[in-house]
């Protein structure tokens, strides 16, 4: 096996491991899922945390992983060279079931974007400096997902998982791709928030 499948397979490879392991238990903490991450927690915890806003799963799945990418955008803003987590964040724990059911129903799609990935790529644009200017766009991805917009996921989704992807293989090219696809997503968000405003002043004066 060349470097580059192996690249292209990291990412689907360690999620079936933290499936694996997931799938004995009854709950897992946030802590223990980072652990299975190891040293490209940064690309890695973008994937694993944008999958539950595409996938509907019962619990508090949103609310938590939005909140965990607001704290990965913040320590990429600061150029942190490995991801940790506030003791009581990384003390949370999440249903199992939940966690394998995200996994294995999100695997498809991680497998599909690895395929067009290849390692060091462009290597020079994947480094710690620019990182933390990732670490804008990356933030402002977490703050769409927040927004109650319908079908308002899909967009930043795809965008993290590109992100992250070309970040675990150092692949620079896909992560011009994904930073392409995070503007298209600032862009159609802003005009969905503008229509919606614009809609939602002539219901006002209409029912007024």
Known sequence: MTAGSEARGYASSVLHRIAADVSEREKVSLGDLLHHLGQSGFGLALIALALPAMIPIPGPFGMITGSCLVLIAFQMLLGLQRLTL??????????????KAIIMR???WVKRLEAVVSEGRWRSLTGPKSRVLVGVPVLLLAVVLALPIPFGNVGPVISLLVIGLSLVARDGLALMVGLGLAMATFAWTGLLLFAGAHIAAYLGSFFA
């Open 86 to 99: 506030p003791r009581f964040v990384a003390n949370r724990h999440l249903a199992a079931d939940g966690v």
């Open 106 to 108: 999100a695997l498809p």
